[in-house]
């Protein structure tokens, strides 16, 4: 049996498997083997692990983070009784204060705002008083917290520090911290500095917009850099701040730009060597200046995603398992970016036409199913022409040991033995599964479609054990979580 963990690769992942690369396979039925370690723990999933990432420019109609649109909170609960939503994007670096009234605001609300691509300046944001403290009413409906952007794009400190103590007052406990700025190592492509700008010029800037809102908040809780994936900003900015900042932060997008063909499924689907690299430089900075990390912001395709890509039965796979991934590496949590009507956003739609689960969204549910608790060492056996088979396992807060395993081949079947480690005589499981791995509707966890509201009710199917192990057969390009009993 061959055994290759995210250790061997930088990744130190306990509780993980990393796929050898290679091609979709076409032949029907494979076989493979799990052993489950239960008692071999690893990294902590928190129950906070799930994240959501909007644009800021979302507060300009305070009715949309409020606890009156329960469409969106249902959604939202669904995918746990407590996450992260994290307010930033292209899009904050052009959203302003206004503490004072702001006449006719209304006129200028309109449909949810897509992420912003990046490509030019953005038209000018007023987020109010009202937005805010509806924003807390929202975080008490969902049960979530919040991590806050402000503006060092084209704001001023001392507007920011304004923003931030009326955050802080009204958002109270459920703030975890505040983020200064979007992907400022994109400032001189984006235009909003000079070609020539820097990390010691950025380094500088935030330095003095952190002391302006650290005299005016006491106890200001800041993370950063919130850098686009460059990893030599991310750690000159740990080893620089590690004293004044709660966490460390960074994104990361699997493919792009959305018109190169070479950005497809089949590429979505394997190892991802980029990821890899920048999953080991965030664990190892944030184990030299002891501080937590996250994926702030991340999806499949930069650019609100690519269609046939991003809104499939693919981006649900590869997001669920990029989830494990994080969490195998050390990662205290995951942001995707949505809003809108962009082809990668989990929830869609919009407060005049309502709110719906997109594909990516069942990939989260089906991480949320499996919970909180401590991945565990796990062994695979694949076959070599079902090459895109992944597996983690969970020992859950109360002892309860799960497995959730990815078929992400496009036409390869995988009859799956497993060996949970201990002494198990019937199982249930949830399946994740579509027509195709291209099918953008007929997605289900559990038989189940999502609905508007959040109201999900996935059927387990039972199994049984044959001396001790479980014969699964895993159709081609599917997920399943097994919970033994």
Known sequence: MRRRTFLELSLLASGSSLLPRGLMASAPGSSAQLTIHPHAAGNRIGPAFTGLSYETAELQNPDFFSGKNQELVGLIKRLGSSGVLRLGGGTSAYSY???????????????SIDADTGKHAEP???????????????????????????NMGTGSAAAAADEAAYVT????????GFQLCNEPDLFSMSGVRQPTYNFDQFAQEWQSFYEVISSRVRGARLGGPDTAAHNEWLASFAKKFAGDIAFISQHYYAEGPPADPSMNIDRLMKPDPKLIEQLAVMKQVASEEKLPFRLAETNSCYGIGKPGVSNTLASALWGADLMYQLAAAGGEGINFH?????????IGGSLEKGFSAQPIYHGMLL??????????????????????????????????LK??????NSRQTVE?????????????????????IESTEGITLGSSAVEANGDWNGNQEAIQS???????????????????H
């Open 97 to 111: 204060w206004t503490p004072g009234p702001v006449a006719a605001q209304a006129a200028q609300w309109h449909e």
């Open 124 to 150: 000018p944001r007023k987020i109010t008083p009202l937005a805010i403290r509806n924003l807390r009413d929202f975080l008490d409906a969902t049960g979530w917290q919040l991590i806050y952007g402000l």
């Open 169 to 176: 007052a009204v958002i109270g406990p459920k703030l975890i």
């Open 338 to 346: 949505t809003g809108g009507n962009g082809w990668y956003t989990p």
């Open 367 to 400: 991480f949320e199913q499996a919970g909180a608790g401590n991945l565990v060492d796990i062994q695979l056996e694949r076959p070599v022409d079902a090459p895109l088979l992944t597996a983690y396992a969970i020992r859950g807060e109360k002892g309860t």
């Open 403 to 408: 497995t959730v395993v990815f078929n992400k």
């Open 416 to 436: 799956l033995t497993i060996d949970p480690g201990r002494r198990s005589s019937r199982a249930s499981l949830l399946r994740l599964s579509a027509p195709s």
């Open 466 to 484: 044959v001396h001790g192990r479980y014969v699964i057969s895993m159709p081609a390009a599917s997920a399943m979580l097994v919970t033994f």
